[in-house]
Each structure stands twice: as C-alpha cells, then as structure tokens.
C-alpha cells in the first residue's frame, strides 16, 4: 500500500502535467482565435468572398490572415482544425479528478460532517452533476429562453449559482469549488464536441458537395463559442482554488465562486472591446477590483468546524493502528503549532493549506498527507523548523505502512 501511495502520488503530477499543457494549448488557440476575430478589418483588394483579413508578425515571418465568413469559393483539400485541445483538456481533467478525488475520496471529497455519503455515491453525484450540467445546459440554450442573448446569460448564471451552492451542500469545500470548475468545463467541452465542431462539418459537407449552407450553423456556434469565451477566466480561478483555503474553506465559499463568474466577465469585456479596436473601457477594472475586494471580504467568514469529527473508514483504521498514540504525540508536538485552528506559530493567522493536524480525527484523516509530507519526503516541516527527529519520521512511515 505504501508503494501505492508514492506510485499515485506521481501519477497524479503526471496527469497534472498533461491537463496544464493541453489546458494552455486550448485556452492559448482559443484566446488567439477571439482576438483574431475580433481584429479583422476589410481592406482593398480582398477576394470576393472574404469579410475581413489581418497582417500579424510573430517569430521572423510575417501571416497574412483572410477569414470568409461562410465560405471561399473552393474549399482547400487540406484544412486545419482545432478540436483536440479542447478534448485532451477535459480527457486529462477527468482523469485528474478521477485520480485525486475518487481515488482520494475519503480524504478530498466526502466530509462526514457536510453528508454522510460513502464513497460510490459521492463518485456517482460526481459523475451524474456533469452530465446533468451538460444536458440543463443545452436545453436551456436550445429553448425558446435561449433566444435573447441576454435572458440566455442570466439563467445561466442562475444555473452556476445554485449548482456552486448545491455541491457545498454534499462534498468538502476544496471538492465543491473543483466540482464546478468542472461542471463548467465540461460544458465548455461539450460545445466544441457536440455543437461547434458537428455544426462546422455540416458547413464543410454542404460546400464539397455544391449546395449553400444554412446560416443558422454559423450563429449557433457563435453562441456556444462567445460562452466558452466568458466562461475561460472563472474555470482557471476554479481549478487553481484548491490551493487557497481562504478560497474554499470559507462560509461563502459558493458565494465567492459566483462571484468569480462576473469577474470573468468583466475582464474578457475589457479585452473584447479593446480587441475589436472599440476604445478602452476602464470601468471593467474598477469593477473587477470592486468584485475581487467583496471576495476577500467573504472569505474572512470561518468556515464551522464541529468539535466531533466524524472519521471516515480510512480514517477510522489509521486511528485503531497500535502506533497511533505516539503518532499523535509527535505530530501535535511537531506540526500543530502551525497546522492549527488558530496557529500558535508566530506570524501564521490560519492553518496553511487548511490541513489541521490537531485531534486525532485530523491526523487520521491526514494520514497519506503526513506520510509523503513528512515521512519519506523532507518537505513538512518547512525548513525542519520544529526540529523533527529522524525517528519520529521512521515512526511515522512504520505507522502508514502497517495499515
Ligand atoms: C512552521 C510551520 C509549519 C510546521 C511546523 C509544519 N508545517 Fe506543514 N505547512 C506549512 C506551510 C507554510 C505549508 C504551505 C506550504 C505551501 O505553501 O506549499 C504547509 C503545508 C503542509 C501540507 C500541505 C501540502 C500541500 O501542498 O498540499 C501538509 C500535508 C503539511 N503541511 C503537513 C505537515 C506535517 C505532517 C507537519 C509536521 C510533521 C507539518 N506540516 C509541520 C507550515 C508548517
């Protein structure tokens, strides 16, 4: 089992790996394309077809970029499309969450305390929240609600919200802010793979084969793409949170995730304007810096910690081991100075990385964390600040490995 941990735990940073490249490689193609689009001026000359075209130097060459909005007149055989780096994305951040947090369940996903859920529940709500968010998505969009642009945007963000507040209400905090993370991304996924790219090989197929395309492919893609668009920014903040406890381990937590959604919209405002050479609107920075100083402020809120806390199976069994009296001994005297409700370490104002190493629930619960952290690896304590002994590391290890 101990080779287990270690195995998993780089596995885990190779799939990590793999979701930040192919992540940067969609969100880059994606962020180029909205700017491109956006910079497109008619200028003399253009072929008949043609609706707009851009000069842009990069890496020694200069690209001469013409975009036709249906269709040039013949349709090159060979035509570059860009639909993997949205698929290799979600792919590898499925598998990530799959690693980290079923695998993981019991230390990352399920809190006793929020709902008592055994671990294939918790995987199935995972799984079903993602298929549901898809399915609400689309018909929402689809609907005569979807019409107006507008009406479209506020139910959606009707359906963030609540989505954002109903995981607090069954995962843990650093579970639910992932979870909608994903819930976006998948959605955003899903646009490409079940809308945007289909829509674009009806287009394609209609051209090679003489007949005109409908234009409603067109506008309905446009739509998908300008949400993926808005959506970009909130699922970065979404995916990065759980390394901020103040983030996701607050009261609010689902309250400063709905916020984060409208930052994302004013940012890319700013950007979309200033891309499409329509001025410069500074407001948007003034109201994201009004947003983000509401987040700080809701994330003061401490998060309610019960004084019993209910121990998982895993856990239960890192607290039956015969070590674990003396593991406690060590740890309390080593690690809570810092890993504390209320540090006693000077200049530390809450517990880093919000894991609590205090009562026994705590230290069985953080039983693999302590084990990497600090008993094969030398990471925990920082800087051996506390002056850990080499046996008490040896304890430690001896004390995982025997469960
Ligand atoms: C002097 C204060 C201090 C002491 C003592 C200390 N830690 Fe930490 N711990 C930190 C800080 C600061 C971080 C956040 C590090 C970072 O930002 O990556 C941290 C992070 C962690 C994490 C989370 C790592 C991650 O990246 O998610 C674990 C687990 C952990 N400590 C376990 C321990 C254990 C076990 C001990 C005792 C053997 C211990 N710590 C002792 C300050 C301390």
């Not at 976006?184 to 090989?201: D, E, H, L, R, Y």
Request: charged share 15%; proline share 4%.
């Amino acid at each position: 089992m101990y080779e287990y941990a270690v195995l998993m735990a780089w596995v885990e940073f190779a799939v990590r790996w793999v979701h930040v490249i192919t992540a940067i490689a969609w969100i880059g193609s994606s962020f180029y394309f909205i700017a491109l689009d956006l910079g497109l001026r008619k200028a003399a000359g253009m072929p008949d077809k043609a609706s707009g075209e851009e000069w842009q130097v990069h890496g020694g060459g200069f690209y001469h970029i013409q975009k036709y909005m249906v269709a040039p007149d013949r349709l090159p055989d060979d035509l570059t499309w860009f639909k993997w780096e949205s698929y290799a994305t979600w792919l590898s951040g499925f598998a990530l969450m799959a690693v980290v947090y079923y695998l993981g369940a019991e230390f990352y996903l399920i809190d006793l305390n929020v709902m008592e859920l055994a671990i294939w529940q918790a995987v199935l709500i995972s799984v079903a929240s993602l298929v549901f968010g898809w399915i609400a998505y689309d018909l929402i969009c689809k609907s005569p609600l979807g019409r107006d642009n507008t009406r479209l945007m506020i139910l959606l963000y009707a359906l963030l919200v609540v989505m954002a507040w109903g995981y607090t209400q069954v995962f843990t905090g650093r579970a639910a802010l992932l979870h909608l993370g994903a819930f976006t991304a998948t959605i955003m996924s899903a646009n490409v793979f079940m809308v945007i790219i289909p829509n674009q090989k009806i287009v394609v197929a209609d051209l090679k084969a003489g007949r005109v395309p409908d234009a409603k492919y067109g506008v309905i893609a446009k739509q998908r793409s300008t949400h993926n668009n808005y959506l970009t920014l909130p699922v970065l903040f979404l995916m990065l949170s759980n390394h901020y406890p103040l983030a996701f381990a607050s009261e609010y937590n689902w309250l400063i995730a709905a916020l984060v959604f409208l930052m994302g919209v004013t940012i890319r405002h700013f950007f979309n304007t200033m891309h499409a050479k329509r001025g410069m609107p500074w407001w948007t920075w003034g109201a994201t810096a009004a947003i983000f100083a509401a987040i700080v402020a809701l994330s003061m809120a401490p998060m309610f910690r019960e004084e019993e806390q209910a121990m998982t199976p895993a856990a239960q069994r890192f607290a039956a081991a015969p070590q674990f009296e003396e593991v406690v001994g060590i740890v309390q005297g080593r690690c809570a100075m810092c890993h504390a409700e209320d540090p006693a370490w000077d200049g530390l104002h809450w517990a880093p990385k919000a894991v609590h190493l205090e009562t026994d629930a705590d230290i069985a619960h953080h039983a693999r964390e302590i084990y990497l952290q600090a008993g094969i690896s030398h990471a925990m304590p920082p800087g051996n600040l506390s002056w850990m002994e080499a046996e008490e590391r040896a304890l430690l290890v001896a004390w995982f490995r025997s469960n």
